[in-house]
Antibody, heavy 118, light 107 residues
Framework: QVQLTESGPGLVHPSETLSLTCTVSGFSLTGYSVYWVRQPSGKGLEWMGRMRYNGDTSYNSALKSRLSISRDTSKNQVFLKMNSLQTDDTGTYYC????????????WGQGASVTVSS | DIQMTQSPASLSASLGETVTIECLASEDIYSNLAWYQQKPGKSPQLLIYYANSLNDGVPSRFSGSGSGTQYSLKINSLQSEDVSIYFCQQNYDSPPTFGSGTKLEIK
C-alpha cells in the first residue's frame, strides 16, 4: 500500500541546516509529485515546496531562499534541506503525495518532529 | 498568495448532531478546495477534494459544498471518532494554502 515515512534529526541547533528524508513505497516518484508541509506545534499547516514527478521543483516564496528539495528515484527518496534554522522553525514536518485524480494531498507520512534549540 | 479564512475556530456539538464548517477564499478558487481531518496526534488525512468529491473510504456522513470563494464541510450524525481538527486547503493557485483549522469536540 501507499506509504511515506519521514526521517531525520529531532533536534537542530539555531543557524544550522535541517536535513529530512522521505522514503516512499507503493508508488513511483516518476509518476507522482511529493510535497513537504510543516506544522508548528499546535498551529496550522504551511506548504513548503514540491518535487514534481518529472523532477521539477517549486518552493514557497517565504522559504525559497533557505530551502532545497531533491530526490533519488532509485532509492524512492525525496530530500528536504533547509538552512539557517530558527526557533520558529520548530514543528512537525510531513511529506505528502499529490494524487493523480484528486490533485491534492491524498497520502501523508506520520511526520517528523523537529525542535530548534541550543 | 490566496488567503483561506476558516470558521469557527472551535466547535462543540453533541453526538448525532449535524455540524458545518466554513471556508472563505480571498479570491475565486473555482472549486479547487480540499478538506482534511487531523485526529489527535496523527497526520492530516484527505476527506474531500474538488469541493464535493468524497475521498475513498470516507464515511458518507461527510459532505462538501460551495463555489467561488465560499465553501463548507458538513458532518451529519456526529460520532465520537469525528473529534479532530479540520482544515480546508485551496489548490487553485501556487502556493497551496490552508485555513487555520477548526477544532471539533463532543459536548
Amino acid at each position: 500500500q501507499v506509504q511515506l515515512t519521514e526521517s531525520g534529526p529531532g533536534l537542530v541547533h539555531p543557524s544550522e541546516t535541517l536535513s529530512l528524508t522521505c522514503t516512499v513505497s507503493g508508488f513511483s516518484l516518476t509518476g507522482y509529485s511529493v510535497y513537504w508541509v510543516r506544522q508548528p506545534s499546535g498551529k496550522g499547516l504551511e506548504w513548503m515546496g514540491r518535487m514534481r514527478y518529472n523532477g521539477d521543483t517549486s518552493y514557497n516564496s517565504a522559504l525559497k531562499s533557505r530551502l532545497s528539495i531533491s530526490r533519488d528515484t532509485s532509492k524512492n527518496q525525496v530530500f528536504l534541506k533547509m538552512n539557517s534554522l530558527q526557533t520558529d522553525d520548530t514543528g512537525t514536518y510531513y511529506c505528502t503525495r499529490e494524487g493523480i485524480t484528486t490533485d491534492v494531498m491524498d497520502a501523508w507520512g506520520q511526520g517528523a518532529s523537529v525542535t530548534v534549540s541550543s | 498568495d490566496i488567503q483561506m479564512t476558516q470558521s469557527p475556530a472551535s466547535l462543540s456539538a453533541s453526538l448525532g448532531e449535524t455540524v458545518t464548517i466554513e471556508c472563505l477564499a480571498s479570491e475565486d478558487i473555482y472549486s479547487n478546495l480540499a478538506w482534511y481531518q487531523q485526529k489527535p496526534g496523527k497526520s492530516p488525512q484527505l476527506l474531500i477534494y474538488y469541493a464535493n468529491s468524497l475521498n475513498d473510504g470516507v464515511p458518507s456522513r461527510f459532505s462538501g459544498s460551495g463555489s467561488g470563494t465560499q465553501y463548507s464541510l458538513k458532518i451529519n450524525s456526529l460520532q465520537s471518532e469525528d473529534v479532530s481538527i479540520y482544515f480546508c486547503q485551496q489548490n487553485y493557485d501556487s502556493p497551496p494554502t490552508f485555513g487555520s483549522g477548526t477544532k471539533l469536540e463532543i459536548k
